[in-house]
Nanobody, 121 residues
Framework: HVQLVESGGGSVQAGGSLRLSCAASGYAYSAYCMAWFRQAPGKEREGVATICARGAIPSYSDSVKGRFTISQDTTKNIAYLEMNSLKPEDTAMYYC???????????????WGQGTQVTVS
């Protein structure tokens, strides 16, 4: 079965950096696009970045463009989210997801990890 496991979250001061990882298993990695979402308390889940194994250009939400970078290692089936210049408003639970569309929409992704907390103070 499809399994996505995030890691790398933590607490950091504003202006700092973190790198999240998402290890995927249970399916052919190149069959799906990967994305990172986040959800702060009381807010809707928001698409942050997406990338497809088959060469699609990464896409980012306006709120993170220029600060976050999504990448992947298709030999290890791992997706990454490099987060720089972090702001307190980036505080949220971060989820990785796998699905068939190059999209930042929650509805486009069928498989989800359990999430990793990022706190920026």
């Amino acid at each position: 079965h499809v399994q996505l496991v995030e890691s790398g979250g933590g607490s950091v001061q504003a202006g700092g950096s973190l790198r999240l990882s998402c290890a995927a298993s249970g399916y052919a990695y190149s069959a799906y696009c990967m994305a990172w979402f986040r959800q702060a308390p009381g807010k809707e889940r928001e698409g942050v970045a997406t990338i497809c194994a088959r060469g699609a250009i990464p896409s980012y939400s306006d709120s993170v463009k220029g600060r976050f970078t999504i990448s992947q290692d298709t030999t290890k089936n791992i997706a990454y989210l490099e987060m720089n210049s972090l702001k307190p408003e980036d505080t949220a639970m971060y989820y990785c997801a796998a699905g068939g569309s190059w999209s930042l929409s929650v509805a486009a992704f069928a498989y989800w990890g359990q999430g990793t907390q990022v706190t920026v103070s």
